[in-house]
């Protein structure tokens, strides 16, 4: 079979469960993985014969696409502030609105600091490490710390800084546990995309990410959806820098909360839309 006719099939077989644009998309994504071979380039070479290597790769990919597992666990790869990072169901896939906060808080130190001592961060809740990892790739000098409760997911971040040769410190910690920021300095910058879902929302959630994504990363009890960012205030207390920020994402419809959170503390703070125009980000300080 020619890499166009199974190319096809592999879109077609796709629209039974996405739309045209992002079977588009994923067939393109799954094809440059399995291949090495763009769009154009694809095109190009459309008539020569597919090796049998890709096709079994791109019959398994087909295969977990279609039981809704997500393209970027599918291939072990995602986009991140222009990267490719590495990534399984051990970490959240990156979304674009963290993309903005870490935007935010790049073009805030370039504002502030162009000419002072190097900025100490800490990135709360890690995950795949890209937010750690941006930071450092833009802010050479920052010095960075990245945590975690989730070993899984550390040895990830771990590989994702070893790759793009970003020396980030990495520590197992739970963050609720305030015992354990004995280990923890004082920062310029806080930065944390927490878990805040909810859990009641689960059943009004895609199966593609309540399924595949963890939970722990995404779910926070009913009965205190805000415990994260109430620690983090606690922490920042006692661990941020005098004019040191705190910059988090947040749930849509809880931007104005958290940000009394910070408020009722002592911080002032403002509420950042997205591209969408949704409240997804909080800075305070």
Same mark, same amino acid.
Not at 219 to 229: A, C
């Given at each position: 079979?020619?890499?166009?006719?199974?190319?096809?099939?592999?879109?077609?077989? !796709?629209?039974?469960?996405?739309?045209?644009?992002?079977?588009?998309?994923?067939?393109?994504?799954?094809?440059?993985?399995?291949?090495?071979?763009?769009?154009?380039?694809?095109?190009?070479?459309?008539?020569?014969?597919?090796?049998?290597?890709?096709?079994?790769?791109?019959?398994?990919?087909?295969?977990?696409?279609?039981?809704?597992?997500?393209?970027?666990?599918?291939?072990?790869?995602?986009?991140?502030?222009?990267?490719?990072?590495?990534?399984?169901?051990? *970490?959240?896939?990156?979304?674009?609105?963290?993309?903005?906060?870490?935007?935010?808080?790049?073009?805030?130190?370039?504002?502030?600091?162009?000419?002072?001592?190097?900025?100490?961060?800490?990135?709360?809740?890690?995950?795949?490490?890209?937010?750690?990892?941006? !930071?450092?790739?833009?802010?050479?000098?920052?010095?960075?710390?990245?945590?975690?409760?989730?070993?899984?997911?550390?040895?990830?971040?771990?590989?994702?800084?070893?790759?793009?040769?970003?020396?980030?410190?990495?520590?197992?910690?739970?963050?609720?546990?305030?015992?354990?920021?004995?280990?923890?300095?004082?920062?310029? *910058?806080?930065?944390?995309?927490?878990?805040?879902?909810?859990?009641?929302?689960?059943?009004?959630?895609?199966?593609?990410?309540?399924?595949? @994504?963890?939970?722990?990363?995404?779910?926070?009890?009913?009965?205190?959806?805000?415990?994260?960012?109430?620690?983090?205030?606690?922490?920042?207390?006692?661990?941020?820098?005098?004019?040191?920020?705190?910059?988090?994402?947040?749930? @849509?419809?809880?931007?104005?909360?958290?940000?009394?959170?910070?408020?009722?503390?002592?911080?002032?703070?403002?509420?950042?839309?997205?591209?969408?125009?949704?409240?997804?980000?909080?800075?305070?300080?």
């Amino acid at each position: 079979m020619t890499i166009s006719q199974f190319y096809i099939d592999f879109k077609n077989k !796709l629209k039974t469960i996405y739309d045209d644009r992002e079977s588009d998309n994923i067939a393109d994504w799954a094809f440059e993985n399995a291949t090495g071979l763009k769009k154009l380039e694809r095109r190009l070479n459309g008539n020569h014969k597919l090796n049998e290597i890709d096709y079994n790769h791109l019959q398994k990919y087909l295969k977990e696409l279609l039981e809704h597992k997500p393209v970027q666990y599918v291939l072990q790869e995602t986009w991140f502030y222009k990267r490719k990072f590495f990534i399984n169901e051990n *970490v959240l896939i990156p979304r674009p609105e963290t993309e903005e906060l870490v935007e935010w808080i790049i073009n805030d130190s370039h504002a502030r600091n162009q000419h002072s001592k190097p900025t100490n961060m800490i990135d709360i809740g890690t995950g795949s490490g890209c937010i750690a990892v941006s !930071l450092k790739k833009e802010l050479a000098s920052a010095n960075i710390t990245a945590i975690d409760v989730s070993e899984k997911a550390l040895k990830i971040a771990k590989k994702n800084a070893s790759g793009f040769n970003t020396p980030i410190g990495f520590l197992e910690i739970n963050f609720l546990d305030e015992t354990e920021w004995k280990d923890l300095k004082t920062y310029d *910058v806080i930065v944390s995309n927490p878990p805040y879902i909810p859990a009641k929302e689960k059943n009004i959630m895609a199966k593609n990410v309540t399924e595949f @994504e963890p939970s722990i990363a995404l779910f926070v009890d009913n009965n205190d959806p805000f415990i994260f960012y109430k620690k983090i205030t606690g922490f920042a207390k006692r661990h941020l820098n005098k004019n040191g920020k705190i910059y988090v994402e947040v749930h @849509e419809n809880y931007s104005k909360e958290v940000k009394d959170i910070f408020e009722k503390s002592g911080f002032a703070s403002e509420i950042r839309k997205d591209i969408y125009g949704n409240a997804r980000m909080v800075k305070a300080g």
